[in-house]
């Protein structure tokens, strides 16, 4: 199994959009190799505005999503680790609490939808996959 942490624009373009990063999405959420890693932090990020809005599909994929992905409660030793990981690399503040679980979850490889130019791209130790097209 790859074990695999999504960043919110993966679940974003699966339940949105029909593009070939959709397609993509959709491709990866229903590999049966995979193991899904998540976090309460990528709960706060999707599920609020999918339930402000009353975007019922988009709800119903990302409570599917998170109902079958192994996901971890916010830790305050998760905070203090993204802390330092985005001031030496530069990352917005989700990025650096998403990338913190998964590298501290022993994630095969953490997915997202930013360009291979993000900071996300400098962290090491983890294998970072975009589903964004090639400039």
Do not use: W
């Not at 190799?33 to 706060?44: A, G, H, N, T, V």
């Not at 999707?46 to 996901?71: D, G, H, M, Q």
């Not at 990338?99 to 983890?126: K, Q, Y």
């Amino acid at each position: 199994m790859i074990r695999t942490y999504l960043d919110s624009g993966v679940l974003i373009a699966a339940s949105r959009s029909r593009s070939k990063s959709s397609e993509l999405a959709i491709s990866i959420l229903e590999d049966q190799e995979r193991e899904f890693i998540s976090s309460d932090y990528l709960r706060l990020e999707i599920v609020p505005k999918a339930t402000y809005f009353r975007s019922t599909t988009e709800f119903e994929l990302y409570e599917e999503f998170l109902n079958k992905a192994t996901v971890l409660p916010t830790n305050s030793a998760h905070f203090d680790l993204a802390f330092i990981l985005a001031c030496q690399y530069g990352l917005a503040a989700m990025d650096s609490l998403h990338l913190t679980v998964a590298i501290a979850t022993f994630c095969d490889e953490f997915i997202t939808t930013e360009r291979p130019t993000s900071p996300l791209f400098r962290v090491p130790g983890i294998r970072i996959l975009t589903l964004s097209p090639p400039s």
